[in-house]
T-cell receptor, first 116, second 110 residues
Framework: ETGVTQTPRHLVMGMTNKKSLKCEQH?????MYWYKQSAKKPLELMFV???????ENNSVPSRFSPECPNSSHLFLHLHTLQPEDSALYLC???????????????FGSGTRLTVV | GQNIDQPTEMTATEGAIVQINCTYQ??????LFWYQQHAGEAPTFLSY????GLEEKGRFSSFLSRSKGYSYLLLKELQMKDSASYLC???????????FGGGTRLMVKP
């Protein structure tokens, strides 16, 4: 357990379904992130929230819709996905540093999504 | 733009030493991290360097040369459980954004 909890761990959904991924952290961090990791590919940044405000949308299709109701919770709402969206979706959190200290990301265990 | 280069795959023998290199060209530099990621699991923090030199933590060491834009991760006394991907990660600016390398998949063989 890393301190960042993601649910569900596995999800199989049809292309017409609507589902949501949930991420929760109680580390006192003020930034939260969604990353996509396809098989044998690098991490792809999707969204960034600083102090509950979205600061980054990395050209993500509108079928992915993030929501950050507070600094501890982050959701990714999914609808009308495509098979190529099948991947590991990772949530992370971090402090927002004021200096060059050791402020890395803490990742959740991810949701393995399969779109059929 | 930001660019981080590291080998895609490496193979090593149990009990041996392996060095994973990373070079970076980024708009700025405010620290370098190494993360370990086992297949299908979360990346976990291994090390952090912001000044030149070697940081040692048990079997793992990480080195940084800022003038050369270069880092390496050294793993000693390799164990089978060290088979994983190792991610070189740079913080280019003063904020919270990190730039991730593609990762090096290390396979440890008996």
């Amino acid at each position: 357990e890393t301190g960042v909890t993601q649910t569900p761990r596995h999800l199989v959904m049809g292309m017409t379904n609507k589902k949501s991924l949930k991420c929760e952290q109680h580390l006192g961090h003020n930034a939260m992130y969604w990353y996509k990791q396809s098989a044998k590919k690098p991490l792809e940044l999707m969204f960034v929230y600083n102090f509950k405000e979205q600061t980054e949308n990395n050209s993500v299709p509108s079928r992915f819709s993030p929501e950050c109701p507070n600094s501890s919770h982050l959701f990714l709402h999914l609808h009308t996905l495509q098979p190529e969206d099948s991947a590991l979706y990772l949530c992370a959190s971090s402090p927002i540093p004021r200096d060059s200290g050791n402020y890395g990301y803490t990742f959740g265990s991810g949701t393995r999504l399969t779109v059929v | 733009g930001q660019n981080i280069d590291q080998p895609t795959e490496m193979t090593a023998t149990e009990g041996a030493i392996v060095q994973i290199n990373c070079t970076y060209q980024t708009s700025g530099f405010n620290g370098l991290f190494w993360y370990q990621q086992h297949a299908g699991e979360a990346p976990t923090f291994l090390s952090y360097n912001v000044l030149d030199g070697l940081e040692e933590k048990g079997r793992f060491s990480s080195f940084l040369s800022r003038s050369k834009g270069y880092s390496y991760l050294l793993l000693k006394e390799l164990q089978m459980k060290d088979s994983a991907s190792y991610l070189c990660v740079v913080r280019p600016g003063a904020g919270n954004m990190l730039t991730f390398g593609g990762g090096t998949r290390l396979m440890v063989k008996p």
